[in-house]
């Protein structure tokens, strides 16, 4: 089974700065990767796939990152509603894995 | 539009077993795999297997092997989840998922769309 491990767990920041989280895989995954968003009793939303690809209707300021075994989720200009869970999930391999999740505040 | 809805709330007893079902519309059933992950509370996201609605053929994760079921009805774009012998640690919030990244077929799939999550709570 493919381990994907996330940091920070959580991160504070204030609106207008810019959020970096990190995903780390066990092993190579190509860029088999994809983030997702999740709000208090919300179904996970899909913001990128295949590590770099933005999901439909998700916003420029949302990039994604990396290959192999490092991947990153870059978002940009945050506002209060970025606040949310941040999980990262390799399809690389059988079963699917999601890491930990990163829980950004914004203040 | 593609939407997933799921049964409702469930509350069962340890040892006990559930079922949960997953109707699908606006696709085709049989050509896209139907996926289940939980979610304990607080914590984070445990996929638990995969069924391929064409042939039903099904991939589980290793921690519920022996206990979980997967199933699905064509007639009515249904899939089901069974899960036996219930734990207080099985008490979760359950999605399907119809998750990106290919088809039944191989093709490539960049659409993903979740269930809106079925509670389940095991107490005595």
């Known amino acids: 089974e493919i381990m994907v491990t996330q940091s920070p767990a959580t991160l504070s920041l204030s609106p207008g700065e810019t959020a970096t989280l990190s995903c780390r895989a066990s092993q190579a995954i190509g860029t088999t990767l994809a983030w997702y968003q999740q709000k208090p009793g919300q179904a996970p939303r899909l913001l990128m796939f295949y590590a770099s690809n933005r999901a439909t209707g998700i916003p420029a300021k949302f990039s994604g990152s990396g290959s192999g075994t490092d991947f990153t989720l870059t978002i940009s200009s945050l506002e209060p509603e970025d606040s949310a869970v941040y999980y990262c999930q390799q399809r690389k391999r059988w079963p699917d894995t999601f890491g930990q999740g990163t829980r950004l505040e914004i203040k | 539009q593609v939407h997933l809805v799921q049964s409702g709330a469930e509350v069962k007893k340890p040892g006990a077993s559930v079922k949960v079902s997953c109707r699908a519309s606006g696709y085709s059933f049989t050509a896209y795999y139907i996926h289940w992950v939980r979610q304990a509370p607080g914590q984070g996201l445990e996929w638990m297997g995969r069924i391929n609605p064409d042939n039903g053929a099904t991939n589980y994760a290793q921690n519920f092997l022996g206990r979980v079921t997967m199933t699905r009805d064509t007639s009515n774009s249904t899939a089901y989840l069974e899960l036996t012998s219930l734990k207080s640690d099985d008490t979760a919030v359950y999605y399907c998922?119809?998750?990106?990244?290919?088809?039944?077929?191989?093709?490539?799939?960049?659409?993903?769309?979740w269930g809106q999550g079925t509670v389940l709570t095991v107490s005595s």
């Open positions: 998922a119809r998750l990106w990244g290919w088809t039944v077929a191989g093709s490539s799939d960049t659409l993903d769309v």
